[in-house]
């Protein structure tokens, strides 16, 4: 069989039955259309040509041509799932990638702000919303619920209005695999999140739409508004590190340690699967450091 049309149905099977979010397919395909032009440039054009070998020869391409170990192992991860997928199916007679091995992808800690770069962050929104200009009312939603509840980008903007229940100050959410949980905001997101509903939506909107959040054009708020809103906020403040939406939400988790939230607590908010994966993803502050060594050294 063709890698091509391989490629696209394990696509479909992505989406359809594992419950892929749109940007995981997109980057799985894409992975894997690289290794199919590779497997053709060495002459391989079916799925039973695929052998280790050449997904091994793929891999040390990309790491001669400077792939992080992070890209690396994405790379493997989709070879191993795309090869599994076929013989499971009975497309081809076993799994070639069943021993494929990668680096281990180098962990790096998101951008997290201050409590009080965050207090000047959302003063200075208010501010502008306060003029009653509809898309600064909505940005000052967006930041506080992003804030308050550490949602990811995609599972924000996926936000319909029935997924808000501004009594119980919750949120639903479908995340990762479709998987659903239901998130905790703060009152602060709920006073900018009424203000918004009140004020700025239906100025927005174009035609009827569910999504919570409206667009300059009229229809759903894309990922892409979210990541330049948060950027623009977040050049100006001290500080190194990546500068998008999930700078917020590991801030949120951090703060929320901080303030000693327990940590599968945090867990279940931020949707990780793994207890480990919380444990990395929420670092130690410095500030809880000195603050745990203040109270427990007796020469502090």
Same mark, same amino acid.
């Given at each position: 069989?063709?890698?091509?049309?391989?490629?696209?149905?394990?696509?479909?099977?992505?989406?359809?039955?594992?419950?892929?979010?749109?940007?995981?397919?997109?980057?799985?395909?894409?992975? =894997? $259309?690289?290794?199919?032009?590779?497997?053709? &440039?060495? !002459?391989?054009?079916?799925? @039973?040509? /695929?052998?280790?070998? %050449? *997904?091994?020869?793929?891999?040390?391409?990309?790491?001669?041509?400077?792939?992080?170990?992070?890209?690396?192992?994405?790379?493997?991860?989709?070879?191993?799932?795309?090869?599994?997928?076929?013989?499971?199916?009975?497309?081809?007679?076993?799994?070639?990638?069943?021993?494929?091995?990668?680096?281990?992808?180098?962990?790096?800690?998101?951008?997290?702000?201050?409590?009080?770069?965050?207090?000047?962050?959302?003063?200075?929104?208010?501010?502008?919303?306060?003029?009653?200009?509809?898309?600064?009312?909505?940005?000052?939603?967006?930041?506080?619920?992003?804030?308050?509840?550490? =949602? $990811?980008?995609?599972?924000?903007?996926?936000? &319909?209005? !029935?997924?808000?229940?501004? @009594?119980? /100050?919750?949120?639903? %959410? *479908?995340?990762?695999?479709?998987?659903?949980?239901?998130?905790?905001?703060?009152?602060?997101?709920?006073?900018?999140?009424?203000?918004?509903?009140?004020?700025?939506?239906?100025?927005?909107?174009?035609?009827?739409?569910?999504?919570?959040?409206?667009?300059?054009?009229?229809?759903?708020?894309?990922?892409?508004?979210?990541?330049?809103?948060?950027?623009?906020?977040?050049?100006?403040?001290?500080?190194?590190?990546?500068?998008?939406?999930?700078?917020?939400?590991?801030?949120?988790?951090?703060?929320?340690?901080?303030?000693?939230?327990?940590?599968?607590?945090?867990?279940?908010? =931020?949707?990780?699967?793994?207890?480990?994966?919380?444990?990395?993803?929420?670092?130690?502050?410095?500030?809880?450091?000195?603050?745990?060594?203040?109270?427990?050294?007796?020469?502090?």
């Amino acid at each position: 069989m063709d890698i091509t049309a391989s490629i696209d149905d394990f696509a479909v099977y992505l989406s359809a039955q594992r419950g892929f979010s749109v940007h995981t397919v997109r980057a799985y395909v894409a992975d =894997l $259309r690289d290794l199919c032009r590779f497997a053709n &440039d060495v !002459d391989v054009h079916t799925v @039973d040509e /695929l052998s280790l070998d %050449v *997904l091994r020869d793929w891999l040390w391409r990309g790491s001669q041509s400077g792939l992080a170990k992070a890209s690396l192992a994405r790379r493997s991860a989709a070879a191993r799932s795309f090869t599994a997928w076929l013989a499971r199916t009975g497309v081809v007679p076993g799994d070639v990638a069943s021993r494929l091995r990668s680096p281990r992808a180098d962990r790096t800690l998101p951008r997290v702000i201050t409590r009080g770069q965050m207090d000047e962050l959302l003063r200075g929104l208010a501010k502008r919303a306060d003029q009653a200009d509809a898309i600064a009312v909505r940005d000052l939603a967006i930041i506080e619920l992003l804030y308050a509840s550490a =949602l $990811r980008v995609s599972e924000l903007t996926g936000l &319909d209005l !029935d997924d808000l229940d501004l @009594d119980r /100050l919750t949120v639903r %959410v *479908l995340g990762k695999g479709s998987k659903e949980r239901i998130v905790p905001f703060g009152v602060p997101a709920q006073s900018a999140i009424v203000d918004y509903l009140r004020t700025a939506r239906s100025a927005l909107l174009s035609g009827s739409s569910p999504a919570l959040f409206i667009g300059a054009r009229g229809g759903r708020l894309g990922t892409r508004a979210v990541y330049q809103l948060v950027a623009g906020l977040l050049v100006d403040l001290p500080g190194s590190g990546p500068a998008g939406p999930h700078a917020l939400r590991h801030t949120a988790a951090t703060h929320l340690l901080d303030g000693g939230a327990d940590l599968r607590a945090v867990q279940e908010m =931020l949707g990780h699967a793994s207890l480990g994966t919380t444990q990395i993803y929420t670092h130690v502050s410095t500030e809880r450091i000195k603050e745990s060594y203040r109270l427990a050294h007796p020469r502090a």
